[in-house]
């Protein structure tokens, strides 16, 4: 196991380990119908659509006749919709629909409020500490997106 070496790779670290944490602690004060899962794949369907399926299988880390089965689970519920390859009769691309945006949405400001009645527990933590933070993360993303795609294969373990 490689050791962070830096102040600014153990950060690092701790961020990602941070970050999932949060999102997990999240989710399990939330109640909502649709599993975590769920949301999760939709919303990564929302950020990479269209995609095929292999992609997100790829992107999740998980087969291909999983995705599959997951996929067919959010077209089922109206929340996702596969359309024809136009390059490639034997896929399709999964894109998220209207009603699969409405859930998503929901479900965030549902996290929302979690996040903001614990930040309204701990004063010493106000707006610009979380504008801070926001900031940084959608720096992360958006500085090289290609590091996180499913073709940027590098282990974080």
């Given at each position: 196991m490689i050791q962070p070496t830096t102040e600014l790779e153990q950060l690092s670290a701790e961020l990602v380990v941070y970050a999932g944490r949060l999102v997990r602690a999240v989710s399990r004060r939330v109640a909502y119908d649709a599993p975590a899962a769920t949301l999760r794949l939709l919303s990564q369907v929302e950020e990479l659509g269209p995609v095929t399926v292999g992609d997100l299988a790829r992107a999740d880390r998980c087969s291909q006749p999983t995705m599959t089965n997951a996929v067919h689970n959010l077209t089922a519920k109206g929340w996702a919709r596969k359309d024809p390859n136009p390059h490639d009769a034997?896929?399709?691309?999964?894109?998220?629909?209207?009603?699969?945006?409405?859930?998503?949405?929901?479900?965030?400001?549902?996290?929302?409020?979690?996040?903001?009645?614990?930040?309204?527990?701990?004063?010493?933590?106000?707006?610009?500490?979380?504008?801070?933070?926001?900031?940084?993360?959608?720096?992360?993303?958006?500085?090289?997106?290609?590091?996180?795609?499913?073709?940027?294969q590098e282990s974080l373990a």
């Open positions: 034997r896929s399709s691309f999964v894109t998220i629909s209207d009603d699969g945006r409405q859930v998503l949405a929901t479900s965030r400001r549902r996290y929302a409020a979690v996040i903001a009645e614990r930040l309204r527990a701990t004063p010493e933590h106000g707006p610009a500490d979380v504008a801070a933070a926001v900031a940084l993360l959608r720096h992360l993303l958006e500085q090289s997106p290609e590091q996180f795609t499913p073709d940027h």
